[in-house]
């Protein structure tokens, strides 16, 4: 599903650079990758931080799991095979957001590490920058919380495939963030993030 299928094709560069952009809009592009159990928080964090960022002057963008799959990858289901692509897909969307300059929340729950592992190559092979953010809470929580009504379901068999229940969820082992949702509010949550960038130069001067 990923193989070059297309022949005759070349990447076509143009006349504005990666550096051109950064200068433009002060701030240097990057994919802040949120990944955690559904209903851990990672749209709730990623919507919170895209204002503060807004109120700092920064643009940002969202990508948000149901919003995607609301659109370009609307023919995907949740089998493995088409959580890969599902993912494939953002990181290669993703990739061409921070080539902009805009710092891209991309927030799925991308349970299987070699896909998230791959989007980050698919970074790294682009001389980009890629942030895995654990959105960490325990299954009971999250199932506590519930706020879709997905576990209940999943629980009575009425949606197969469900991440924390009948398929697994592979934790990041080194995420460069971590964050502690049932522990942490979600202003911290934000403000951590926040200096991560700035620490890291992400957020211009």
Known sequence: MTEQVATNVHWHHG???????????????????????????????AVALEQKLYELGHLSYRLDGDNIRLGINKNLGFSAEDRAENIRRIGEIAKLFADTGVITLSSFI?????????????????????????????????????PKGLYKKARAGEIKNFT????????PEAPEIHLSTAAMTVEEEVNLI????????????
């Open 15 to 45: 006349e504005i650079t990666r550096e051109d952009r950064t200068r433009l809009i002060k701030q240097k592009g990057a994919t802040l990758w949120f990944t955690g159990l559904s209903g851990s928080g990672k749209s709730t964090v």
């Open 110 to 146: 991308s349970p299987y590490r070699e896909d998230r592992d791959r989007v980050r190559a698919i970074h790294d092979t682009a001389g980009l920058t890629f942030i895995e953010v654990f959105v960490d809470c325990p299954l009971e929580e999250v199932e506590r919380r519930d």
């Open 164 to 171: 924390g229940i009948d398929d697994p969820y592979e934790a």
């Open 194 to 205: 926040v200096d991560y960038l700035k620490t890291n130069g992400y957020l211009g001067q």
